[in-house]
């Protein structure tokens, strides 16, 4: 009697799948970060003139918004999306990319600030956040939605409203809509 060894098929639950299918959405992520750099960076570069001149305006959101919508779709078509969203959890990107901000602010120029700078900010962000409540009222926004606005628009964009929207559990729609709100009106 022989027997044959085979190698099964692993299953989709099975951890070896999920960090196969991890490893491979983090590899899809790492690819189009450095695609937006290029594009951002490198891409102007071969055109002179004008065009030159207006690919230099575009900043990274446009084109990671684009080549996000496109990964997707393809992912979509090809019925590989729901397998490979185990790295596409932008909360895990948002909170390390909000620590490595946090680590490039250099404490000396928090002291050159001084204590007077420190409190000005405070009274800022806290005037912006409230006067954005107030106005989400007045155009009688959900206090969720008012919630994300006030935050984006008072703190730092994007990340800020992703972190509030944890908080008071926002829906994915409502967060779609305060970022692209954020990266259509803070481009420069």
């Not at 700078?117 to 956040?129: A, E, W, Y």
Request: contains cysteine.
């Amino acid at each position: 009697m022989s027997t044959q060894l085979r190698a099964e098929p692993v299953a989709s639950g099975h951890p070896a799948a999920r960090g196969l299918e991890f490893v491979i959405s983090l590899l899809i992520v790492v690819a189009l970060s450095v695609a937006v750099w290029w594009l951002t960076k490198q891409f102007p570069l071969l055109f002179t003139g004008n065009l030159n001149r207006i690919l230099k305006t575009i900043d990274f959101p446009v084109y990671a918004i684009i080549l996000g919508f496109v990964a997707r779709s393809l992912l979509s078509l090809l019925g590989l999306q729901d397998r490979l969203s185990g790295a596409f959890r932008t909360e895990f990107f948002l909170k390390t990319g909000v620590i490595l901000l946090g680590a490039s602010i250099n404490l000396v120029n928090l002291v050159k600030i001084g204590v007077g700078g420190i409190i000005q900010s405070i009274i800022l962000i806290i005037t912006v956040f409230f006067t954005a409540w107030f106005l989400g009222r007045l155009f009688r926004l959900d206090n969720v939605l008012r919630a994300l606005i006030a935050s984006a628009i008072s703190i730092c964009g994007v990340s800020a409203s992703i972190a509030a929207g944890a908080v008071v559990q926002a829906k994915r729609e409502q967060l779609a809509y305060v970022g692209g709100l954020v990266v259509i009106f803070a481009i420069p």
